[in-house]
Nanobody, 125 residues
Framework: QVKLVESGGGSVQAGGSLRLSCAASGYLASTHCMGWFRQAPGKEREGVAASNSDGSTTVTDSVKGRFTISRDNAKNILYLQMNDLNPDDTAMYYC???????????????????WGQGTQVTVSS
């Protein structure tokens, strides 16, 4: 059973940066899907970024150029570097993983991922 623990959330002012971490335990190969989702109050959970099985990444349009996803396979840690944050980025951020190999991890994780408990990111203007 894969377990995920997120950290790194907090409160920042607009234009600031945060780096989220997700530590995974249990069996997770370097080719298995991992990703980040977020959910703001009153809104649906949305995919933010994913690490695909071929090493490529998928980043949703609203955060392209500002957020970078990376993965340390040796340590089984997934990161999300978030720069130039704005109030619209305020949400609970969740890490997800799935023992699946695909180039479409963001879609797979949404329906069949294992989730962490989340870490809150709050951006003030």
């Amino acid at each position: 059973q894969v377990k995920l623990v997120e950290s790194g959330g907090g409160s920042v002012q607009a234009g600031g940066s945060l780096r989220l971490s997700c530590a995974a335990s249990g069996y997770l190969a370097s080719t298995h899907c991992m990703g980040w989702f977020r959910q703001a109050p009153g809104k649906e959970r949305e995919g933010v970024a994913a690490s695909n099985s071929d090493g490529s990444t998928t980043v949703t349009d609203s955060v392209k150029g500002r957020f970078t996803i990376s993965r340390d396979n040796a340590k089984n840690i997934l990161y999300l570097q978030m720069n130039d944050l704005n109030p619209d980025d305020t949400a609970m951020y969740y890490c997800a993983a799935a023992q699946r190999t695909t180039l479409f991890c963001l879609s797979v994780l949404k329906v069949s991922g294992v989730w962490g408990q989340g870490t809150q990111v709050t951006v003030s203007s």
